[in-house]
């Protein structure tokens, strides 16, 4: 019984995720930013779909951060400060099917207190 909510609960984050993703794009100028949430740590890049190219990633394990709000606070800031090194200051949030509360959304409260706009 288990497995099988679990297969929904999957399922259900794919088809939000590829519901938005059409719909959403990333250029050089005006990046596509990706959270991807494991259990254990975040992970975000910053992604220009038009070269299919990585601009800038980052994850918390690098910054020493766990996958809490806190841990995405902190992986939001420093996630801001590599944007503003690379001259970006404006993005596209692509929050990859998850639903914008809780850990993603502190993520995305810390890159707006850091002047990154969405």
Known sequence: MKAKVLKSKIANRLK?????RAKISGCASLPRVSVFRSNRYL?????????????????SKAIGQKANKDGAAALGAAFAATLKAAN???????????????????????????????
């Not at 939000?16 to 938005?20: E, L, Q, S, V």
């Not at 949030?93 to 509360?101: L, S, V």
Request: hydrophobic share 45%; with cysteine.
């Open 16 to 20: 939000r995720k590829r519901r938005i």
């Open 43 to 59: 992970s975000v890049q910053a992604i220009d779909d038009a070269t299919a190219t990585t601009l800038c990633a980052l994850n």
């Open 88 to 118: 970006i200051t404006s993005i596209v949030f692509d929050r990859n099917g998850y639903q914008y509360h809780g850990v993603i959304a502190a993520f995305g409260d810390a890159l707006r207190a850091n002047e990154i706009k969405f």
